[in-house]
């Protein structure tokens, strides 16, 4: 079947470095999303990886290793918006999204 | 785990032509459903809010007499594109909001339309 896990919720502090993991099992791949969502607002795009390595754009990176069918989000000098809910989705050959069920990020000062 | 599904999976179409696309909720009724269209490697872009029982709430610049939005029961909201042209293929995404029992939304695999 295909699946998704990232974990639950985690906690970081206010400037510290917090990594977000997510492993993945589809059928085919055509790559992998991250989006952030804060309550109530729709989820923003924040990354998307369809090769192995490291993205990285600004404070956030993304990694990807395709053969572990594994991927993390990189989130370094976390600030208080930061607190929101981050969506792993994996896109099988069908083109359609596996969602994971999210990581609840809360960030304290 | 709480399951939502979107049929079809991908709709090609000539243009003029409308399309509907249904999002359910398989194991839980969902008061709210959203409707999100995504174009590649951009955000979901919220269209319009559908509660059960009533009108849809769109977003600013979403047309509603051209995405026809009916949530009809409680696990069940069709999105119909009407008379479609080029512009409107993109990545069709409705997620269901559980209501009391949980601020989570579940989101459907998607639906790619393209317009010929």
């Known amino acids: 079947g295909q699946n998704i896990d990232q974990p639950t919720e985690m906690t970081a502090t206010e400037g510290a470095i917090v990594q977000i993991n997510c492993t993945y099992q589809t059928s085919g791949f055509n790559g992998l999303f991250w989006y952030q969502q804060h309550a109530g607002e729709a989820p923003t795009f924040l990354s998307y990886n369809v090769l192995d390595g490291l993205e990285e754009k600004g404070r956030f990176s993304s990694f990807l290793s395709r053969s572990k069918g594994y991927s993390y989000l990189l989130l370094k000098e976390l600030q208080m918006k930061d607190s929101a809910s981050y969506l792993c989705?994996?896109?099988?050959?069908?083109?359609?999204?596996?969602w994971g069920a999210g990581t609840k990020l809360i960030i304290k000062p | 785990g709480a399951v939502v599904s979107q049929h079809p999976s991908w709709v090609i179409c000539k243009s003029g032509t409308s399309v509907k696309i249904e999002c359910r909720s398989l194991d839980f009724q969902a008061t709210t459903m959203f409707w999100y269209r995504q174009f590649p490697k951009q955000s979901l872009m919220l269209m319009a809010t559908s509660n059960e029982g009533s009108k849809a709430t769109y977003e600013q610049g979403v047309e509603k007499d051209k995405f026809l939005i009916n949530h009809a029961s409680l696990t069940l909201s069709t999105l119909t594109v009407t008379s479609a042209h080029p512009e409107d293929s993109s990545f069709y995404i409705c997620?269901?909001?559980?209501?009391?029992?949980?601020?989570?939304?579940?989101f459907g695999p998607g639906t790619r339309l393209t317009v010929l």
């Open positions: 989705a994996a896109m099988d050959s069908n083109y359609q999204l596996i």
């Open positions: 997620s269901a909001h559980r209501g009391r029992e949980s601020d989570e939304q579940f």
